[in-house]
Nanobody, 127 residues
Framework: QVQLVESGGGSVRPRGSLRLSCVAS?????????MAWFRQAPGKGREAVAA????????AEADSVRGRFTISHDDAKNTAYLQMNNLLPEDSAMYYC???????????????????WGRGTQVTVSS
């Protein structure tokens, strides 16, 4: 069983930056080859933000964050990061880390493709 723990959320002014982290443990018995970030604002559905194929070093980002957010992974630390720059009020949401044994290619943005989920970290962008 893989456990995911997010950190790094907080409150920031518009055009500010934050870096989210997601540490994965338990991967010795359950391999993880893709990790992703989703977000959910109050009253809205869960939205895919970015994903990374750990084995192939491939990344994908939602159109709404491309050029502002960057996903990366540190193999030695079993940690995925989401660097968020030029934050906007509409980026405010609970951010969730997800992981799976497979890279799902064009279906990377489907929440149902991920087996493991963290509990989330809150990001608030407000002046």
């Amino acid at each position: 069983q893989v456990q995911l723990v997010e950190s790094g959320g907080g409150s920031v002014r518009p055009r500010g930056s934050l870096r989210l982290s997601c540490v994965a443990s338990g991967g010795d018995t359950a391999p993880v080859n893709s990790m992703a970030w989703f977000r959910q604002a109050p009253g809205k559905g869960r939205e895919a933000v970015a994903a990374i194929y750990i084995g192939g070093a491939t990344t994908a980002e939602a159109d709404s964050v491309r050029g502002r957010f960057t996903i990366s992974h540190d193999d030695a630390k079993n940690t995925a990061y989401l660097q968020m720059n030029n934050l906007l009020p509409e980026d405010s949401a609970m951010y969730y880390c997800a992981a799976d044994a497979y890279w799902h290619g064009p279906e990377w943005s489907y929440p149902s493709r991920y087996t493991y989920w963290g509990r989330g970290t809150q990001v608030t962008v407000s002046s």
